[in-house]
C-alpha cells in the first residue's frame, strides 16, 4: 500500500524547516526577531488533484512555495517533487512544475502575446511550438482580443490572467499558483478554472494553489492544507474538515448603534461573541442558536438589532476552531 | 495542537488518468543558450521601444551638449579626438551601465527575478540577452554624437565604421558590469547610485583629455573598461591610424566583456536562489 501511494505522490515534503535570522535593529529601525517561516512541515500531494494551502499573511505559505520551486534552500528536510530531491538538484524544479508568483515585474512591460511566447521559449519550445502554443491559450482564456496591448497597461485581473497565459504555454505536470484569480471578475475566474479543469482532464496535471479565498478554497479544491505558523494544522477535503466542526453554528448579529447590553441575554451573548464594530460572530450549538435568534429577534433586542444571519461552518470556522494564530481569522470573499 | 492525518480518499474521488509503475518523472527538456538568448534580446528590444526611447534622447543630447561645452575648452586637434570619442562611448556607458544597472536592481527587489529562476533558462542567456538588448539600443545615439562631434570639431568621418566593434565590445564590458551592480546591491536605491557613480566615472576619465589628469586619475582610468573603447576609436582619427594598437585596445574591450558578463551571470544565480 504505501509503494503504491509512492508512485502516486507528485510533492511529498518532510520536515521541511526554515527560519529566518534576527535583523539587528539599527538608527530609527526596530529589529525583527527570529521567525520560523516553516516548522517541520509534512505535506503530500497527489496525481490530478488540486491541492490548496490556506492560512492568513505570515503562515509560512509563501515560504513553502519558495523551498518547492528551488527559489529558496531550506534549513533542513526534503522536498520530493516526482521523485526528484530539489532540495540537492534546486536547478530540476524548473523543468517539472510551472510556477505563477505575485509579482508580473518581469513581464510588464510586454505585450500579452509576447509574454506568453517568450515565456514559453524560455521554457524550452523551440519558436513554431511557442506561437502555436501561444495562440491556443490566449484563445483558451479569451485573452485574442488584448494581445498585442502590454501588461502594465492592462486591469489587474486582467494582467494577472496574461501571466496565468504565460504559465500555460509549455506543459508541466504540475502547476504552482499562488493567488492565481486575485483581482479578477468571475468571468477570468471561471476561464482559470476551466482551464485547469481540462489539463487535468486530459494530461492528469496535478495543482498546488495559495489562496486566502475562503469561498474558493471551498468551491475548487481537492484537498486543502491549513497553516499556521509554519506548520500544517489540518489536512483533508474541504468537506472532511467542515465536519470537525459540524456541531456548530454561526450566528452574525449586527446591531443599529450599539449592542442593548442591558438586555440580560444579550449581555451573556457578548461572552462568546468576537467583536468587530457593530458585528459580533459567535459560533454556537444548534440549540443554542436557536435561543440566541429568538432573544435577538423578540422584545428590547430585536429594536437594536439591523441584520443578523445563520449560517454552516466554512473553512474559516474550521480554521479558527484549530487554534489558528490569527484571530481574526481569514480574507474572506 | 493536534495534527490531524490526510485521510485517503477513495480513487472515486479522484480522476487518475494513468497511476503507472513510473516513480521519477522524466525532465522537460531545458532551454538551450542560443535560443533563451535571442528570446529574451526580443523581448527586452520590445520593450525598450516603449520605455527607452525617453531615456535614449536624453542619452544622445547629454552627450552632444558635453561635446559643445567641451567646445570652448579644448583646441582643435589631439584633445578633440578623445572628447568626440569619449563622448560617443558615453552613450553607451549612460544605457549600458547606468540603466541596466537599474533594471537588475528593480527586477531583484520587484520579485521579477522569480520568473525566470522558475524557468529552464541558463542565467547567461538572461544576462546576455539583457545586455545585448540595451547595447545594441545605443548604437544609434553613439553614431549622432560621434558625427555631431566629428563635424562640430573637423574631424574625420572616413573610419566611424569602428563604432560598430567599439559599440558592442565596451558594451558587453560596461552592461556587464551594470548587471552585477544591479544584481549584487542589497537594495534598488543604491543599484541606482552604483549605476550613476559608474556612469559619471564613465563621463570623467572618457571625455576629458588624459594628459591634464594627475597620476592617480590616469590609473582610474585605465582601469575603467570602456576607456579601451574610447581609446580604439581615437586612434582612427590619425591620419594613418595604427591598427594593431586599435586591435589590442578593442581586445582588451572583448575580454573585460567576457569577465564581466561571467561575473553578472554569476550575481545573477547568486540573486535568484537564496
Same mark, same amino acid.
Given at each position: ?41 509534512? /505535506?503530500?500531494?497527489?496525481? =490530478? ?57 518581469? /513581464? ?32 483558451? /482564456? ?14 489587474? =485581473? ?176 | ?274
Amino acid at each position: 500500500m504505501g509503494q503504491a501511494l509512492r508512485q502516486d505522490e507528485v510533492v511529498r515534503v518532510r520536515g521541511l524547516a526554515k527560519t529566518y535570522p534576527a535583523v539587528k535593529g539599527r538608527r530609527g529601525a526596530p529589529g525583527t526577531p527570529e521567525v520560523r517561516a516553516t516548522d517541520a512541515l509534512e /505535506l503530500t500531494v497527489r496525481r =490530478g488533484e488540486i491541492f490548496g494551502l490556506l492560512g492568513p499573511n505570515g503562515a509560512g505559505k509563501s515560504t513553502l512555495v519558495r523551498q518547492l520551486t528551488g527559489l529558496l534552500r531550506p534549513d533542513r528536510g526534503s522536498v520530493e517533487i516526482l521523485g526528484h530531491d530539489i532540495v540537492r538538484h534546486p536547478e530540476r524544479a524548473a523543468r517539472l512544475l510551472a510556477y505563477l508568483g505575485q509579482e508580473s515585474t518581469a /513581464l510588464d512591460e510586454l505585450t500579452v502575446s509576447l509574454a506568453a511566447e517568450t515565456t514559453g521559449r524560455l521554457r524550452g519550445l523551440d519558436a513554431a511550438r511557442a506561437r502555436a502554443e501561444r495562440d491556443a491559450v490566449l484563445e483558451e /482564456l479569451g485573452l485574442t482580443p488584448i494581445a498585442g496591448r502590454p501588461l502594465k497597461k492592462l486591469s489587474g =485581473g486582467q494582467r494577472r490572467l496574461a501571466t496565468f497565459a504565460a504559465v500555460l504555454v509549455g506543459e508541466r505536470p504540475l502547476l504552482v499558483l499562488d493567488e492565481p484569480t486575485t483581482g479578477m471578475d468571475p468571468v477570468a475566474r471561471r476561464a482559470v478554472w476551466s482551464a485547469v479543469d481540462r489539463r487535468r482532464a486530459e494530461h492528469g496535471t496535478t495543482v498546488l494553489l495559495v489562496t486566502h479565498n475562503v469561498i474558493e478554497a471551498e468551491t475548487v479544491l481537492d484537498r486543502v492544507a491549513v497553516l499556521d505558523r509554519g506548520r500544517v494544522i489540518a489536512c483533508d477535503t474541504p468537506a472532511g474538515l467542515k465536519e470537525q466542526v459540524a456541531g456548530e453554528v454561526r450566528v452574525e448579529l449586527v446591531w443599529r448603534e450599539r449592542a442593548p447590553l442591558d438586555v440580560p441575554e444579550v449581555a451573556v451573548l457578548r461572552e462568546r461573541a468576537v467583536e468587530a464594530g457593530r458585528r459580533w460572530t459567535l459560533r454556537l450549538a444548534p440549540e443554542e442558536a436557536r435561543a440566541a435568534v429568538a432573544t435577538v429577534t423578540g422584545g428590547a433586542a430585536f429594536a437594536a438589532l439591523d441584520d443578523f444571519t445563520l449560517a454552516t461552518p466554512s473553512l474559516e470556522d474550521v480554521y479558527l476552531a484549530l487554534g489558528g494564530a490569527a484571530r481574526q481569522g481569514l480574507v474572506k470573499a | 495542537m493536534s495534527v490531524v492525518p490526510a485521510q485517503v480518499l477513495p480513487d472515486t474521488a479522484r480522476s487518475v488518468p494513468e497511476a503507472g509503475p513510473v516513480v521519477v518523472a522524466e525532465l522537460a527538456p531545458a532551454a538551450r543558450l542560443w535560443p533563451s538568448l535571442v528570446a529574451v534580446y526580443r523581448a527586452q528590444l520590445s520593450r525598450a521601444r516603449v520605455a527607452r526611447i525617453p531615456l535614449l534622447f536624453v542619452a544622445t543630447f547629454q552627450s552632444i551638449g558635453i561635446t559643445v561645452m567641451m567646445r570652448g575648452v579644448v583646441d582643435n586637434g589631439f584633445e578633440a579626438r578623445s572628447v568626440v570619442a569619449g563622448s560617443a562611448v558615453l552613450v553607451v556607458a549612460f544605457v549600458a551601465l547606468n540603466l541596466l544597472a537599474q533594471y537588475f536592481g528593480q527586477l531583484r527587489a520587484g520579485g521579477g527575478l522569480d520568473h525566470y529562476a522558475t524557468l529552464p533558462v541558463p542565467p547567461a542567456a538572461v544576462v546576455l540577452g539583457t545586455a545585448a538588448a540595451y547595447a545594441s539600443f545605443t548604437v544609434p545615439g553613439t553614431l549622432v554624437t560621434a558625427v555631431f562631434g566629428c563635424v562640430l570639431f573637423g574631424l574625420p568621418l572616413a573610419n566611424l565604421w569602428v563604432l560598430l566593434a567599439v559599440v558592442p565590445l565596451a558594451g558587453a564590458a560596461l552592461s556587464g558590469l551594470g548587471a552585477a551592480l544591479g544584481l549584487l546591491a542589497p537594495r534598488p536605491e543604491l543599484a541606482t547610485l552604483l549605476g550613476q557613480l559608474g556612469m559619471s566615472a564613465a563621463l570623467l576619465l572618457g571625455v576629458l583629455p588624459p594628459d591634464r589628469m594627475p597620476e592617480l586619475v590616469r590609473l582610474a582610468r585605465d582601469l575603467l573598461p570602456s576607456t579601451y573603447g574610447v581609446e580604439a576609436y581615437a586612434r582612427t582619427f590619425d591620419t594613418h591610424p595604427d591598427w594593431a594598437v586599435v586591435l589590442a585596445d578593442l581586445g582588451v574591450c572583448a575580454g573585460v566583456g567576457v569577465i564581466s558578463l561571467a561575473a553578472a551571470a554569476w550575481a545573477y544565480r547568486r540573486a535568484a536562489v537564496r
